[in-house]
């Protein structure tokens, strides 16, 4: 894309342009190398207008009610005032690689709203069920003027703590009585998430959601290494307390700016997203100059003809005799 295309795409994304910002991000989600380098080109020319959202993950169990939560929410920040965007990551077909669930049809209110921008995206396989240029797509909202950007994750599961690394307030929503408390403890929420949210407090769950919320508590105070999430009990379906979320949200954001943990670990999360993108161009160097080595090499570990590690050195140094080919 010519440099003066760019630069009006980009003009169009900054004045709040709804099909520049979906065409934009269609154009980061690409994995062609041309489309690839006019993404990187784009974000940098809008970089100085990002950063000023507050970025929020939202992670828990298939049927944990998360894009009714979000659907909820969002109606009550877009009343509020705010510009709402949510980054929502399904499940990829293996066949086409699409996005399965649908979650914009399943946070239909929401996604009426002008004030609001639902974006659904293929994981694709993506380690933390999180698409891998989210990041650069919310980069593209908050260009665009949104003022709360909402990242959906696929499920809960060790890999999806992944969205910690891209958002300011990590939230982890649980069911009640379904023994998600203690699957939460395993797989390293208490450690990451930095709000638990029992979800579907009405009727006759409730007594089971305030139950399934004291023992989370009683859990976070033992096992927070630092300061523990805190713990809450919401009705996305009735919208009880989904104020006292955001509330919390709030005060979270609030701290970690008070303290110049929000500058830190946005420093950070830079860091991490530049090594996940210079492990995707390897894997992509790799795949262009090893491909039939490569396939030949997996077959032979498959078939135990071949130890791994034997072809992961036979792979490299080929990539070395090569360079240093062309290096002469």
Known sequence: MAAERLTELARRIADGERAALARAITLVESRRPAHRADAAALVQELLPRTGRAVRVGITGAPGVGKSTLIDALGQSLVTS???VAVLAVDP??????????????????????????????????????VAARTREAMLLVEAAGFTVVVVETVGVGQSELAVADMVDTFVALMLPGAGDELQGIKKGLVEQADIIV???????????????AAELLSA?????????????????????????????????????????????????????????????????FLAERAGGALVVATEA???????PSAAAASILARLAKDDAVEAH
């Open 81 to 83: 005032g705010e510009r």
């Open 92 to 129: 990829s077909s293996t066949r086409t690689g699409g996005a399965i669930l649908g979650d914009k049809t399943r946070m239909g209110t929401l996604a009426a709203s002008q004030q609001a921008f639902i974006r659904p995206s293929p994981s694709a396989g993506s380690l933390g069920g």
């Open 198 to 212: 029992v979800n579907k407090a009405d009727g006759d769950a409730l007594p089971a959601a305030r139950r399934a």
């Open 220 to 284: 976070v105070k033992i096992l927070a290494s630092e300061v523990p999430p805190e713990v809450m009990t919401v009705s996305a379906r009735t919208g009880e307390r989904l104020d006292a979320l955001w509330q919390a949200v709030v005060r979270h954001r609030a701290g970690l700016e008070e303290t110049g943990r929000l500058c830190e670990r946005r420093r950070s999360q830079n860091v991490v997203w530049m090594r996940d993108m210079i492990a995707d161009g390897l894997n992509a």
């Open 301 to 307: 570990v498959r078939d135990g003809r071949l130890a």
